[in-house]
């Protein structure tokens, strides 16, 4: 399962890009406390051939509307 499919499942919007530096993962989540605290323990896993080795995470109410969680072209 990718992040896409796990967000989904959890009903959560945001969007997943990878980074150019093709070591790093950049997401903004949105949805209720427990989907998101599920998520985030996904990606601490991450999907099966991935390497994690670190999360780091800051919330932020920001102001952009989040769609569906989906995934972005690479920045």
Do not use: Y
């Amino acid at each position: 399962m990718c992040a896409q499919e796990a967000a989904w499942r959890l009903d959560l919007h945001g969007w997943i890009r990878n980074l150019s530096c093709g070591e790093r993962v950049e997401l903004v989540v949105s949805g209720d406390d427990q989907s998101v605290e599920t998520f985030l323990k996904w990606c601490a896993d991450g999907p099966p051939l991935a390497k994690v080795e670190k999360v780091e995470v800051s919330e932020d109410a920001g102001d952009e509307e989040l769609k569906p969680f989906a995934i972005l072209e690479t920045l």
